[in-house]
């Protein structure tokens, strides 16, 4: 019995070639990309992005964000939610401009998804092919993008009355 997730290996032209998935991780695939796809359904069906580009969340029964009553300014997550509800209601482009951050991070997700029921359907091993990203600089990516949307959002806010 082979390795439980075989990594990707050259090919004789130097380039990488996917490795086979096993029969578990295909089947892991299949879930993971079942529950990304209920989790974005649920998004359409449970919310209506707030058309003040925050507070989305409130839909899902949590609590407003207190860190504006408290501090003045939006939390650096501060429109997540709405970012992640307008790319699921196929809104991207002012997903964007509500929160960068948010809805980067929701098409990426939705792109993971896609990819591991493509991976599964092929028969190729997802986690291979991302054991070879360059989780580095994807980490530094984020967090540049994170505080660059906080800044964003910081410099459009306007100060809750209190």
Do not use: N
């Not at 578990?24 to 990304?36: H, P, Q, S, T």
């Not at 649920?42 to 209506?48: E, N, P, R």
């Not at 501090?71 to 509500?98: D, F, K, M, N």
């Amino acid at each position: 019995m082979g390795p439980l997730f075989p990594r990707a290996g050259p090919c004789q032209t130097g380039t990488v070639v996917p490795a086979p998935a096993s029969p578990l991780e295909r089947v892991l695939l299949v879930i993971l990309a079942l529950a990304g796809l209920a989790l974005m359904g649920w998004l359409v069906v449970a919310t209506d992005p707030d058309p003040r580009g925050f507070g989305t969340h409130e839909q899902l029964g949590m609590q407003p964000c207190s860190w504006p009553l408290l501090y003045g300014e939006p939390c650096p997550t501060c429109g997540v939610t709405t970012a992640a509800s307008l790319v699921v209601h196929l809104r991207p482009v002012e997903a964007v401009r509500v929160q960068p951050f948010g809805a980067v991070l929701t098409i990426a997700l939705v792109a993971f998804v896609l990819a591991a029921l493509l991976h599964a359907v092929r028969g190729r091993s997802l986690v291979a092919r991302v054991a070879l990203w360059p989780w580095g600089w994807i980490f530094l990516g984020g967090v540049v993008l994170l505080f660059a949307s906080w800044a964003l959002l910081r410099a459009r806010f306007e100060t809750v009355p209190g």
